[in-house]
């Protein structure tokens, strides 16, 4: 006698209630199946055949604006520690950045502690994330890298860019350790020359020690990277030769995730790429279809833990994963 194929009333009742107890009260497969006296795998099986009919629908409503799919696929793909990827919406480059920085502030409040060192990077997305801190645990806050002298006045930061730290500082009710000297330099004499300034000094002791640090991802192309924007075509134009795709504080990395060697690496006041690694937690927020070559070299070279992405990035990023 053929089977039927549509389910009847006694067998959507048995998967309905076997739902509610896994689904709703929590009860394990073998607690189902004690109950019901069938075995775990047939528990399992009517689970399986539940969401597949849809009788039984698994939904997330995450009250942060969360693609929880796309986050967990990315971090999957490359290998790190957590990504939050926002989710899909039409918004302008400056609006990316602001809910950027506003999940990132989110996400600093829940990490943080008093045993922290929190290092930053002077970046438009960072000095959104600033601007969205409402609290954060009393920690020291150190600046990982000078500050470019083109600033993108649309955004209000050319008064304030020197002061992101000091900012942070202000809602932790920590100490701030600033840099208060240009990102790139003309020569590695100058470089060595204002590295030992007192105050720049005091705030590069302390790299060994950070335990968190927010960076910025750019790509190498005008309007995107901080290095870029500051070095003359023909420099640009031999970078690119030597496959530079994206930059991180001041540091250069080909699309493998190698970093570049060489000029501008040399003549920078920043966080070197060996000290980043070394740090636990170190996030990185970058978003932007146009910017996932550059996120994809910057998760190649190892040093992210945490990506802060939108879809429109994330979903290349798989596509290139």
């Known amino acids: 006698m053929r089977r039927r194929d549509r389910q009847g009333p006694a067998e959507l009742l048995l998967a309905a209630s076997i739902g509610r107890r896994f689904y709703v009260q929590g009860s394990s497969k073998l607690e189902i199946a004690e109950e019901f006296g069938i075995s775990?795998?047939?528990?399992?099986?009517?689970?399986?055949?539940?969401?597949?009919?849809?009788?039984?629908?698994?939904?997330?409503?995450?009250?942060?604006?969360l693609e929880p799919t796309l986050s967990d696929e990315v971090a999957s793909a490359y290998g790190i520690?957590?990504?939050?990827?926002?989710?899909?919406?039409?918004?302008t480059e400056i609006e990316l950045r602001r809910h950027l920085g506003a999940l990132a502030a989110d996400l600093l409040t829940e990490l943080i502690t008093e045993d922290d060192v929190l290092g930053v990077v002077w970046a438009r997305t960072v000095n959104a994330m600033t601007d969205s801190l409402r609290g954060l645990a009393r920690c020291p806050v150190v600046q990982l890298c000078g500050v470019s002298s083109r600033i993108d006045t649309r955004?209000?930061?050319a008064d304030r860019s020197v002061e992101t730290v000091r900012r942070i500082a202000a809602v932790s009710g920590g100490e701030a350790f600033p840099?208060?000297?240009?990102?790139?330099?003309?020569?590695?004499?100058?470089?060595?020359?204002?590295?030992?300034?007192?105050?720049?000094?005091?705030?590069?002791?302390?790299?060994?020690?950070?335990?968190?640090?927010?960076?910025?991802?750019?790509?190498w192309r005008s309007g995107q990277s901080t290095v870029y924007s500051v070095l003359g075509q023909q420099q640009r134009e031999e970078l690119a030769r030597k496959g530079a795709v994206a930059e991180v504080a001041a540091r250069l990395f080909d699309a493998d995730g190698n970093e570049l060697a060489g000029h501008p690496g040399h003549h920078v006041l920043a966080v070197s790429v060996p000290e980043l690694k070394r740090v636990p937690e170190v996030i990185a927020l970058g978003g932007g279809a146009g910017k996932a070559d550059a996120i994809a070299a910057v998760l190649r070279s190892g040093m992210v833990d945490t990506l802060i992405t939108d879809a429109g990035a994330a979903e290349r990023l798989l596509a290139q994963a």
């Open 179 to 219: 840099v208060f000297g240009p990102l790139v330099l003309p020569d590695h004499r100058t470089a060595q020359t204002l590295r030992q300034q007192p105050g720049i000094a005091e705030a590069f002791e302390r790299f060994a020690k950070i335990t968190t640090a927010v960076v910025s991802i750019g790509a």
């Open 40 to 65: 775990r795998f047939k528990v399992a099986r009517i689970l399986d055949q539940a969401r597949d009919n849809g009788l039984i629908r698994v939904e997330f409503d995450l009250p942060a604006p």
């Open 155 to 157: 955004e209000n930061s």
């Open 81 to 91: 520690r957590r990504a939050l990827v926002l989710e899909r919406a039409q918004r």
